[in-house]
């Protein structure tokens, strides 16, 4: 029977429905459990998440009604595998990717949501990926050399002396260019790349070709290779991949490419993100991360290395260190490489012609901070241009320092630089330590277990809210605020960048005992926030990297969480309730997530009752049985000794079998489903 009842409301005028709902499911704040039985006049209404309020009330543009309506039971989708889910990245805080060992090859799905949604997660995570299936359209089948022969049209083309391409500001220092625009007409080039020397040569027998689609005359706006070649602009579906990229992207440019047999393009970067597909012959594409630019010998957007694949070690000793970070691929026929922002890159064309089409995106993100002039996609971002020109003042004022002073100082401001900017290399970490992350290790139960996991050597990261936090010597500190759900998304996604995704422990302590209720900005309770969902928060992110081992730190004072009330919304609040009933869903988590994340071991403990810690003082306990180390021994050995078991509590230490809360089985559903909606 379905239920007629008050429903909490967005409502806004029809001409703004469509932005304001984008808004509203971003943040996932539309209920779609509730179907309106009575509509606003003159106005568009959207159903509201209950708990939301605060939330929408503080996005602009939006106002919140009563209106009558009706009720629907939303079907429950089935859990999936979290360990088998695809990595979903946002923003990436760093640029060093030194972890990436390969080209990523992935087949697009047919189905166009799906296939959005693959390509959003390879936009975010920002490294290089070889796609299949993309669907650009008819050019696969109808331009073949034969088809291309018979446009008839004048390009302007770049005839080469040598095998690379060396465009002005990008060939070494003080060498002339080694190219000149030649006019010919379209099916002249196409002859002389697809069949050497069936015509006269230009300049000299191994001359190459190459032509980049531009607009004729005076360029003022992004070219659009439709525009240029309208014979054949519909043969290539720029609509269908623009809709694909809309989630994350905005289009800004097209470019037809044409090259001779064995042509090398320079090594170069872009700021946009763009899409290189192969449409006739084959290329090799080497990149590199942009962290490479200290050896590649950038100046502006290109390397002045013109050979790294045996680089001149007088002109260029650095370049070496360059090439053990290079990614190779060959791109054929049919398949799209994607190419994220400051990459470095060249092309080399493989025996007979190479004709690909490139298209370029605006993350819209980023799109405030591009060079509004910028007409191919690869000008550098001013406020970056001022930064750098800002450093090197300061550089400028540190050399009135006398030494060592100087060489102190600057040590120290390349410090600040790496920890508040994440561009600590990678290679820092790598293979040389196991990584523990713990929450709540600042605690007095916390800092015993931060010491014993750097006593098995490991690299420890403790999470705090303040980055200046004191943890034991050998630690770092990692900024998030538990009670805030966005602030740990933010925290995980820096963490999985910052070690590749290769954290293997993951030891969830963090807890909080608030004197009265309160709040989070979210809808959570307080309590909840911390000790449960941050737990969740956590979980879900790292487990999109490489996890091993999971410890929730819960307690067997636990009982009372009721899934139809678990803010304490009706129901009577006191510290000791909401602590205990978030203990429960600590231990009902970790069973319900067990069979969701093999082959990763997540298990849940009872630390033990210790004086003097912010929580046994914020409920008042006079009296503890266990010293600190004495309570971290049990999250140590579920976090050091991974055991053969998962989804078990350990209520009495080390030496007590484990135990199985299967009396609570029929919360779980209901607490993960709470849990996802935030």
Known sequence: MEEISLWDCVVTSSKEAKAVKNILEGKKLIDKAVQLVEKPSGGVAFPLVKGKEAETKALEGVVIQQLRVKVKQRPVPPPQPIASQAPVYNELPGDSFFGVDEIEKITLSSEPETACLQLEKI?????????????????????????????????????????????????TKNTKGNFTFHPMKFSEL???????????????????????????????????????FPEIGDDFDISALARLMEPTCGYHSSALRVTAPCTQLWTHYDTLPNLLTQVLGEKTCTLHPPACDGDLYVEGTSSRVNDLVDPSPELYPNAVKAQSHALTIKLCKGQTLFIPPLWFHH????????????????????????????????????????????????????????????????????????????????????GEKKVAVVTGGTGVIGKEIVKGLLAKNMHVVVISRRAEAEVEQGAVVRVADLSNMGSIEACVENLLYEFNGNIEVLVNNAAVVGKEKIMTGEGLEL???????????????????????????????????????????????TPSAAYRASKQANRILTHALAPLLTPTIINACHPGVVCDTAVSNSLNLKSGSHTPAEAAAVPLYLATSPPSFTGKYLAGGIDVPPVEDLEWTDLEQPLLDLLEGY
């Open 527 to 573: 309590q909840f926030a911390v000790n449960v969902a941050s737990y969740y928060k956590f979980i879900r992110g790292l487990s999109k990297g490489n996890v091993k081992n999971i410890v929730n730190v819960a307690s067997n004072w636990a009982g009372g969480h009721d899934p139809n009330d678990p803010f304490f919304a009706t129901r009577k609040y």
């Open 347 to 430: 092309t080399m064309s493989a025996e007979g012609i190479s004709v690909a089409v490139n298209v370029f995106f605006e993350r819209k993100t980023v799109k405030k901070f591009y060079q509004p002039k910028d007409l191919y996609g690869n000008k550098d971002l001013p406020l970056g241009l001022k930064l750098v020109e800002k450093g090197e003042k300061l550089i400028s004022d540190m050399e009135s320092l006398p030494q060592p002073y100087k060489a102190f100082y600057a040590r120290k401001l390349i410090q600040v630089i790496e920890k508040k900017t994440f561009c600590v290399h990678r290679e820092r970490y790598a």
């Open 190 to 228: 196409v002859e002389r790349c697809s069949n050497p020397g069936s015509v006269p040569f230009l300049h000299q027998p191994d001359e190459r070709y190459y032509l980049r689609s531009v607009v004729e005359g005076r360029m003022t706006k992004p070219s659009h290779f439709p525009d240029i």
């Open 123 to 171: 936009v975010k995570k920002g490294v290089p990926v070889l796609m299949e299936n993309l669907p650009v359209g008819s050019c696969l089948e109808k331009w073949t050399v034969d088809f291309l022969k018979g446009i008839d049209r004048t390009v302007n083309a770049q005839v080469c002396r040598g095998e690379k391409v060396d465009l002005a500001g990008h060939r």
